[in-house]
């Protein structure tokens, strides 16, 4: 099985429709391939927010659901805008421990809240969250 090491692969490979919006200093959509690029370093974060990317992760299951479950996520940001890769890799690795070799199953409450309760995650200010909707 190949090794996967970014979210975007993580959520791909459990069947997930994926939507990346950016919540910077603008709210507007990021391409899958651009938010790729930056994932993996080879692209820096537009505009970051007091040395942080900060993006809006909606995904799906198109089998089960078209009710999107949306991350607010921030990860650190170097001097030059591009997201720290351990911090990518620890964020991954909280997904995968909360929720196990079972990527493509509807998370249980327990497993939201460990999803939930990290570092990463992060409630935008509401006139953003406004915006967003």
């Given at each position: 099985?190949?090794?996967?090491?970014?979210l975007?692969?993580?959520?791909?490979?459990?069947?997930?429709?994926?939507?990346?919006?950016?919540?910077?200093?603008?709210?507007?959509?990021?391409?899958?391939?651009?938010?790729?690029?930056?994932?993996?370093?080879a692209?820096?974060?537009?505009?970051?927010?007091?040395?942080?990317?900060?993006?809006?992760?909606?995904?799906?299951?198109?089998?089960?659901?078209?009710?999107?479950?949306?991350?607010?996520?921030?990860?650190?940001?170097?001097?030059?805008?591009?997201?720290?890769?351990?911090?990518?890799?620890?964020?991954?690795?909280?997904?995968?421990?909360?929720?196990?070799?079972?990527?493509?199953?509807?998370?249980?409450?327990?497993?939201?809240?460990?999803?939930?309760?990290?570092?990463?995650?992060?409630?935008?200010?509401?006139?953003?969250?406004?915006?967003?909707?």
């Open positions: 099985m190949k090794q996967l090491s970014t975007s692969e993580i959520l791909q490979a459990s069947g997930s429709e994926l939507q990346i919006y950016e919540m910077g200093r603008q709210v507007q959509g990021i391409n899958k391939q651009d938010f790729y690029q930056m994932e993996i370093a692209r820096p974060y537009p505009a970051p927010i007091q040395q942080h990317a900060r993006f809006a992760v909606c995904f799906w299951q198109k089998q089960q659901s078209n009710t999107p479950y949306i991350w607010f996520l921030q990860l650190p940001v170097d001097e030059q805008g591009f997201i720290h890769l351990g911090a990518r890799d620890q964020f991954i690795t909280l997904v995968i421990d909360a929720m196990g070799q079972q990527l493509n199953q509807q998370p249980s409450e327990q497993q939201q809240q460990a999803l939930a309760n990290n570092q990463y995650i992060y409630k935008p200010i509401e006139e953003k969250l406004a915006f967003f909707n």
